[in-house]
Nanobody
């Protein structure tokens, strides 16, 4: 499956943004998905993950309460809703997918093991 993130942009602190990850190729419903982000010069950071049918989600501690991941398999799309943006959220956001045998749980570990990566979408938050 191929995935492509979109929806980034320049926003002000406190605003919200919804990122989209569109999948093509194989049945996206067979894959768990996740969002990562990376600031230039720093390591890539796990943000959130979701199981095949969306029954399980996991968020990184640093974004809990502000970020929400969800998916619409009919549209082959995973979303990342970001609320209360801060300048520290400025990064290139990537979506990724990994095949999952479980429909309801994210394959362990939720923050690694992804083999399908798309190009990122840039989120810039001004103060």
């Amino acid at each position: 499956v191929q995935v492509q993130a979109s929806g980034g942009g320049l926003v002000q602190a406190g605003e919200s943004l919804r990122l989209s990850c569109a999948a093509s190729g194989r049945a996206f419903s067979n894959f768990a998905a996740a969002w990562f982000r990376q600031v230039p010069g720093q390591d890539r950071e796990f943000v959130a993950a979701i199981s095949r049918v969306g029954s399980e989600t996991k968020n990184a501690d640093c974004v809990k309460g502000r970020f929400a991941i969800y998916r619409d398999n009919a549209k082959n799309t995973v979303y990342l809703q970001i609320n209360g943006l801060t300048p520290e959220d400025t990064a290139l956001y990537y979506c990724a997918a990994k095949r999952s045998f479980s429909t309801i749980n994210i394959p362990y570990p939720a923050n690694s093991g992804y083999h399908n990566w798309g190009q990122g979408t840039l989120v810039t938050v001004s103060s």
